[in-house]
């Protein structure tokens, strides 16, 4: 075995054993340089993360355009309002002079608040119509409402689209006609009054522009089909599209709706492109200033429910759900992080292993926004954080198992001295035999997921669109850190950590246990691990080498999840595949007394195999697969798996499902 490990692979030809040399030189540049690699890579992944944040800052998308197809219609509509707008007196090409209406001219954003009932009663009625007003007026008659409001020509704000401009309409001097500004502070006809004379077609008009000497009907308005559909619940009129004698209409609507345009450019700005930001800023301010006022309106009881919204507001809102999203990573972070404490048994693993698994979403994201055209981040992109979580978690324990697992596999040195030559070229074929066997299992899974969700670029919303392609990206990042920065880390522990975490009698080695172990165990250590003397002349030290290892069978010595496998997992799989009975603790093969049982010795049928009533798991493993594996057909074992499994994770799917209906 040692002969093997000191080949240094020049012999070996072709990719494979350049790719062979080129670990090789990894690895004693990483054993000889462990803390300088830990430190530099660090620096390297917080420096790229710090690139990303600050050339890219996080924007994410709360207009719901990422979550729209872009084969749709309503996607098409999209682009071709974004390209209007930047083509057009926001972003006018090189040498074309734009010109720009007066000032609260050109309409720019909106609050739309909406009445609803839940249980599809009318809300045009007195109640629902007063509730209504009394929210539109708080805002209307704001003291800084007309310096941000959409005006007319002749510098007077416009009424709020909705149907309180005809309830509340204004009547005109001299004629039987009513001005539909809303401006009124009763209502002058009754409601379905106003409702019926909106959608009849055989009525007279009756909402024009006040008389200015040109007649009271010159300048009457009928409002379009689309303002009336917007404004009330399906259902709402004639049945069909024309008018048929004797019809009756339907005058309810569980659903009314009111727009608040806001212009530009303000006062004080000379263009909507007149420091934008400065502008938007005042009109998200006078909105936000009325958050408190619309949400303590939302459920008001004997009152319809009241819904808003707005580009501020959805941004506020979806701040809200990232900052409670947050805190669930940050409480996933923490739970991975206590279960890597736990399974790695060092916190300095766990530590540095969730610290390069973070540093890997910035990197990823940086990628993205280099090579693409994304823009903006959308909703689903951190999501990417949970699914990190688990998959570097995992390369973290594949690495680190490798390492615990080459002590034993690699020869050990001729001197119990942690330091000089011979003790770093068995660090350095350590590693070389942990790296080869850790990072072949990881490269593969690690490809087949990214490819996996690299899939998602096929779909046609933007948003999974982004969070495949981070997704995919953070997978590689974190493997490209696993086998560059982590073994440095580990390195790092086995050298300087690992032997200090407490007082030791014995500095070679944990002080855990005080049993002896020998060389020739493959299973888990938790004991001290006594080596030859460098004389080699076979003193006490080689003695005790040559000791059965007792905590070999003491179950104690054992993680609790190897315990779990050691103690009830594989003995019961024993069991149902070959009928035999196992008993969970020693058994003489390994120094412990066999008890003396009148039992007679059962025999697996059909194989002829003895099988004891007390032995140990590693006497089942072996019996298992010498015996029974060859004979036995692997596809009961695989169909008793999925019986179990499959019913489990159906329950799991039905009980989140419930969970998300609920919340």
């Known amino acids: 075995m040692g002969g093997n490990d000191n080949n240094d692979g020049s012999s070996e030809g072709g990719c494979h054993g350049c790719i062979k040399r080129l670990v090789r030189r990894y690895c004693n540049a990483v054993v000889n340089n462990s803390v300088k690699g830990m430190v530099i890579g660090i620096l390297v992944a917080l420096f790229i993360a710090a690139i990303a944040l600050v050339a890219y800052p996080i924007e994410v998308d709360t207009g719901g355009s990422s979550l729209t197809p872009r084969n749709s219609r309503v996607g098409r509509l999209q682009d071709a309002l974004f390209v209007g707008e930047e083509e057009t007196v926001f972003n006018p090409g090189p040498g074309v002079t734009a010109t720009f209406p007066a000032q609260q001219l050109l309409s720019s954003d909106e609050l739309i608040l909406m009445l609803w009932d839940s249980s599809e009663n009318n809300v045009l009625t007195d109640n629902g119509i007063d509730f209504l007003r009394k929210i539109e007026q708080e805002i209307v008659q704001h003291q800084d409402y007309d310096s941000v409001c959409y005006q007319s020509t002749n510098g007077t704000c416009l009424p709020p689209d909705s149907l ?64 009336i559909n917007a404004a009330v619940s399906p259902g709402f009129g004639y049945e069909g599209d024309d008018k048929d004698p004797g ?25 909507p492109r007149d420091r934008a930001d400065e502008q938007e800023k005042k009109i998200d301010d006078f909105i936000e200033s009325f958050s408190s006022v619309l949400s303590d309106n939302r459920d008001v009881s004997g009152k319809p429910a009241l819904r808003y919204s707005a580009a501020v507001l959805n941004d506020e809102h979806i701040s809200s759900i990232i900052f409670g999203d947050s805190v669930l990573i940050t409480a996933s972070i923490v739970v991975v992080f206590l279960y890597m404490w736990f399974h790695l048994q060092s916190a300095f693993l766990a530590g540095f292993g969730m610290l390069h698994i973070i ?3 910035p990197m990823a994201y940086l990628i993205v ?75 593969i899974t690690s490809a087949t997921t990214s490819a996996a969700f690299i899939l998602n670029l096929t779909s046609s919303i933007p948003a999974i669109q982004l969070f ?29 950590i690992k032997f200090r975490s407490c007082c030791c009698k014995n500095a070679v080695s944990p002080c855990r246990s005080g049993k002896k172990e020998s060389e020739d165990y493959v299973g888990p250590s938790r004991g001290k691990v006594t ?43 024993y069991e149902k595949v070959s ?27 059909g194989q002829g195999v003895p099988v004891q009533n007390k032995f140990c798991a590693p006497c089942a493993a072996r019996l298992f697969k010498q015996y029974l594996l060859p004979r036995t057909s692997l596809r009961c074992l695989f169909f008793l798996h999925l019986l179990l499994v499959l019913p489990l994770f159906f329950f799991l799917f039905l009980l989140f499902h419930l969970v998300v209906v609920v919340v």
């Open 468 to 496: 495949g392609l981070v997704t995919a990206i953070m997978v590689i990042a974190n493997y490209v850190l696993v086998v560059t920065y982590y073994p440095c880390v580990t390195l790092v522990w086995e050298r300087y």
């Open 247 to 271: 019809d009756v209409p339907n005058l309810d609507s569980y659903t009314t709706k009111l727009i608040i345009r806001f212009g530009l450019p303000l006062p004080g700005f000379t263009s």
């Open 359 to 361: 540093l890997s979403f």
């Open 531 to 573: 080596l030859p003397n460098a004389s080699g002349d076979g003193g006490e030290d080689a003695a005790s080498a040559k000791q059965p290892r007792q905590s070999r069978t003491d179950i104690q010595n054992y993680r609790p999840l190897e315990r779990f496998f050691h103690n009830w997992y594989s003995i019961n799989v």
């Open 579 to 605: 009928g035999g009975t196992l008993e969970r603790g020693g058994c003489h093969h390994h120094g412990k007394e066999k008890k003396k049982s009148r039992k007679k010795k059962k025999t697996v049928k």
């Open 369 to 443: 926004q280099i090579t693409t055209d994304m823009g903006g981040t959308g909703l689903l992109t951190f999501m990417t954080l949970f699914i990190i979580l688990g998959i570097g978690a995992d390369d973290v324990f594949i690495f680190v198992d490798a390492w615990k697992q080459s002590e034993f596999a690699v020869e050990r040195p001729s001197t119990d001295e942690r330091s000089g030559p011979e003790y770093n070229d068995w660090l350095q074929r350590r590693l070389d035999w942990a790296y080869r066997r850790s990072a072949k299992a990881m490269i």
């Open 164 to 227: 309180l401009q005809y309830l509340y309409a204004e009547p005109n001097p001299g004629c039987a006609t009513f001005n539909p500004n809303g401006l009124n502070t009763v209502r002058p006809r009754a409601i379905d009054d106003v409702l019926l004379s909106l959608i009849d077609p055989d009525a007279a008009p009756i909402y024009c522009q006040p008389n200015n000497g040109s007649g009271c009907f010159a300048s009457c308005l009928e409002p379009t089909e689309n303002f």
